[in-house]
């Protein structure tokens, strides 16, 4: 592949989704992505074994970049996660699935890091809604848990150099 064809801006973009923050000390709320100019967007989520506690996620749709009206997006079914005691690139994926819902519970065992995979498309979220964000609520009392979130915007309706990207907020 020639130098100037990047898949950071031909087949996808990121944003910070959340800086890893102690979930088990509050909840953390996810920055929101605008899913205008992608078909939709890979939460990535990165926790810690610090904690008893079992890792939760919570997906919200947003009418706006800040404050507009947010819900719930009940369209979870299916997600994908890794959870060992150090994670260290030999795990296998493990298929995850429930009933529609806009939250994960319990994701792995306790005691482990985890890595989550939730995908969501832009023709998911309700009309009048254009943002997403990946949420963290407040997981216990047990120690400490940090956690982090990538936001990964995909199928790119504008294709640009990296350093040409627009803002995934606006």
């Known amino acids: 592949m020639p130098t100037t064809q990047r898949a950071l801006?031909?087949?996808f973009n990121i944003s910070v989704g959340a800086v890893p923050a102690d979930a088990v000390n509050a909840a953390i709320t996810g920055n929101r992505i605008h899913m205008k100019d992608c078909g939709g967007v890979t939460?990535?989520?990165?926790?810690s074994a610090?904690?008893?506690d079992i890792l939760?996620?919570?997906l919200n749709?947003?009418?706006a970049a800040t404050g507009g009206v947010s819900q719930d997006l009940d369209i979870i079914t299916t997600y994908f996660y890794q959870s060992e005691t150090t994670l260290d690139g030999d795990e296998t994926w493990t298929l995850a699935t429930q009933s529609a819902g806009s939250e994960i519970t319990n994701v792995g065992a306790a005691s482990t890091e985890q890595l989550v995979v939730v995908e969501v498309?832009?023709?998911q979220l309700s009309d009048g809604f254009e943002w997403v964000s990946l949420n963290v609520p407040d997981l216990g009392s047990n120690g400490t848990k940090y956690v982090?979130?990538?936001n990964i915007a995909h199928d790119l309706k504008i294709q640009r150099r990296p350093d040409l990207l627009g803002n995934l907020n606006t």
């Open 9 to 11: 801006g031909r087949l």
């Open 43 to 47: 939460f990535a989520v990165v926790a």
């Open 50 to 52: 610090g904690s008893t």
């Open 56 to 58: 939760d996620l919570d």
């Open 61 to 63: 749709e947003h009418t």
């Open 121 to 123: 498309g832009a023709e």
């Open 148 to 150: 982090a979130v990538l």
